[in-house]
């Protein structure tokens, strides 16, 4: 894709925004004035750079222009994501408190639009399968031109240019590349400067950001542990301990990443299927990094997210994921993807990944984010009973083993036995006997001592035994 360095005007300002915010606002204009013409005025892209001009001028001091700002943004959010989305309304209340005859007030301007996606410059296909490096090279030439003189060292050396590399990679909505970035700043810092630096806590606290948006908790999690012990022991008395120890308790321990297909089947039918989409994407990563890219759960997610986008009417990512998914042709049959269905999709909306930067539901995102585990269990079961009908029989078992966990700290066994069976049932599938065998017998003596030996459940599991087990 050509780059146009206009496209990256946005970013360069979200870096700006606290140290300089002349130079942000300039930039923002200049992204307003291409967004407009590229994408057209009344994009949710322009509606989020339009609030971040009144956040500028808000802090500049110029009240009557920040107000103005604030009103166009919420003219285009109101015709688009409409006056109750969760953007519009926090623009809106703003407006009301500090705009209403333009008398100034304490309320603080909105920073950012909860739940409108950033602009990406990298287009459709983002950062994936470009590398890091040609990324850098791309952001190190229009951010120079923008006002910017980053200047990127070779990689794994980027030194303190690699978090402004990072903190330009999120404000373009490139989470994953931005983590990699932090990341590989966190070990430079690390090493020159010392594993407590503040810099390390900088990477730390951006990093868990970064994961956070891509539904990684158990990183999240992580990360937080990390921050909290580098505070503990440089400095003690530091409030942000306080902080972090409470978001680890109530968001902590976090659920498995094995477990998002299961999260997404349940939350796809309770008709949240925007947050559905947030949990097929995170498991998608997981998979295709630990699984591969042709193994069966990974094109089911694949699938399901292109599902997703189809259902949100986002038709150029839908295009995209399926076109993907069809490049799999053999492995998306056996994952029992009905392959006709993709390719007159395809063939109904042609050219729809080339309108993908166009099309402003795409830029419209839910804010879910998994919680922890404490939080779930009690669906738990339910999301075990997903992915076992969707033939994820190794990841319904390790549900299953967390929900009998559960029952047993809460000290309420009435349904013990059945989870017992539903464990020997997966396991059984596995083709590991002796553990299923080891579960129906745990199980047949739980529910015969709540419901007695002759019931029609005692009895058929008293036949696999005979049959498998003896």
Same mark, same amino acid.
């Given at each position: 894709m050509e780059m146009t360095t206009e496209r990256w005007a946005y970013a360069v300002g979200g870096v700006y925004m606290e140290s300089n915010q002349d130079l942000a606002l300039t930039n923002f204009q200049l992204f307003e004035r291409w967004a407009a013409d590229q994408l057209g005025p009344e994009h949710p892209v322009v509606a989020l750079v339009l609030a971040r001009q009144g956040w500028c001028r808000a802090r500049l001091g110029d009240? *009557?222009?920040?107000?103005e700002a604030y009103r166009r943004s919420l003219h285009i959010l109101e015709a688009t994501v409409g006056a109750g989305h969760p953007a519009a309304r926090r623009v809106s209340a703003y407006l009301a408190a500090?705009?209403? +005859?333009?008398t100034g007030t304490s309320e603080w301007p909105p920073h950012t639009l909860e739940? /409108? *996606? &950033?602009?990406?410059?990298?287009?459709?296909?983002?950062?994936?399968?470009?590398?890091?490096?040609e990324v850098a090279r791309e952001v190190e030439a229009a951010a120079t031109v923008l006002g910017l003189p980053l200047r990127l060292g070779p990689p794994g050396n980027r030194g303190a240019s690699g978090y402004l590399f990072g903190t330009l990679l999120r404000e373009a909505g490139e989470y994953q590349a931005a983590a990699a970035a932090f990341a590989e700043y966190e070990r430079w810092v690390a090493r020159e400067r010392g594993p407590t630096h503040d810099g390390v806590l900088q990477a730390l606290n951006q990093l868990a950001y970064c994961y956070r948006l891509l539904a990684d908790t158990a990183r999240v999690c992580e990360l937080y542990e990390r921050s909290r012990r580098i505070l503990i022991d440089a400095y003690p008395g530091n409030p942000y301990i306080e902080q972090l120890t409470r978001r680890l308790e109530a968001q902590c321990p976090a659920i498995p990443s094995?477990?998002?297909?299961?999260?997404?089947? %349940?939350?796809?039918?309770?008709?949240? #299927?925007?947050?559905? @989409?947030?949990?097929?994407?995170? =498991?998608?990563?997981?998979?295709?990094? @630990?699984? +591969? &890219? *042709?193994?069966? =759960?990974t094109l089911r997610a694949l699938a399901l997210r292109g599902y997703c986008a189809e259902e949100l009417g986002q038709m150029g990512r839908a295009y995209r994921l =399926?076109? $993907?998914?069809?490049?799999?042709?053999?492995?998306?049959?056996?994952?029992?993807?009905?392959?006709?269905? !993709?390719?007159?999709?395809?063939?109904?909306?042609?050219?729809?990944?080339?309108?993908? @930067? @166009?099309?402003?539901?795409?830029?419209? *995102?839910?804010? %879910? #984010?998994?919680?922890?585990?404490?939080?779930?269990?009690?669906? !738990?079961?339910? /999301?075990?009973?997903?992915? $076992?009908?969707a033939g994820h029989v190794d990841e319904a078992a390790s549900v299953y083993e967390a929900v009998e966990a559960w029952m047993l700290r809460q000290g309420s066994g009435v349904?013990?036995?059945e989870i017992l069976a539903k464990q020997g049932w997966c396991q059984a599938r596995l083709g590991n006997r002796d553990v299923a065998c080891h579960l129906y017998e745990r199980a047949k003596r739980a529910i015969?001592?709540?419901?007695? &030996?002759?019931?029609?459940?005692?009895?058929? /599991?008293?036949? =696999?035994?005979?049959?498998?087990?003896r």
């Open positions: 009240h *009557r222009n920040a107000c500090a705009c209403e +005859g333009e739940g /409108i *996606r &950033p602009f990406n410059p990298l287009g459709p296909e983002g950062a994936e399968g470009r590398g890091l490096d094995r477990w998002l297909y299961g999260v997404g089947e %349940w939350l796809g039918r309770s008709g949240r #299927v925007g947050d559905a @989409q947030v949990a097929f994407d995170a =498991y998608h990563r997981w998979a295709e990094a @630990q699984l +591969g &890219p *042709r193994h069966p =759960y =399926y076109r $993907k998914l069809l490049e799999l042709r053999p492995e998306a049959a056996a994952a029992t993807v009905v392959v006709g269905d !993709l390719e007159r999709f395809l063939t109904e909306h042609p050219g729809a990944d080339r309108t993908e @930067q @166009q099309d402003w539901r795409s830029y419209v *995102r839910s804010e %879910w #984010v998994p919680p922890g585990l404490h939080e779930l269990e009690p669906s !738990l079961e339910e /999301i075990g009973d997903l992915l $076992k009908e349904r013990l036995g015969e001592e709540r419901s007695g &030996p002759d019931t029609p459940f005692v009895r058929e /599991i008293a036949r =696999y035994l005979a049959e498998a087990c």
